[in-house]
């Protein structure tokens, strides 16, 4: 097995419109550069020795927060609703059926 740890390296640079969807690195961003910047889209690449994704060296890493964000929104909301519907389902079954199928329904919620 090869044994070599390889470093990933992090850059935030702005996609120009003269360079939209060719996966090329543009304009790079740092904090003495910031405040002087071309118009376009604020991108994060991830690449080990050289951004070049169509070899699979180095991808958008923004796309992928993008993903995990929708993600976990979407499980943040389901166990929130989960839980309302827990509570609303005790209030209800209270005092109308049996303990056990009242714990029943409870746990399937």
Known sequence: MNNTI??????????TSDIEGRL?????LN????????????RIARFESMFYPDNNLGYYGDIYMKKFIRKWK???????????DKINAKIV???????DMYNQIVEFL
């Open 6 to 15: 390889t470093t990933m390296h992090t850059i935030m640079f702005v996609e």
């Open 24 to 28: 090329v690195v543009g304009f790079q």
């Open 31 to 42: 904090k003495e550069n910031f405040y002087r910047v071309p118009k376009g889209k604020i």
């Open 74 to 84: 979407k499980i943040a909301k389901e166990e929130t609703q989960r839980k309302k």
């Open 93 to 99: 079954f209270k005092n109308t059926i049996c303990y």
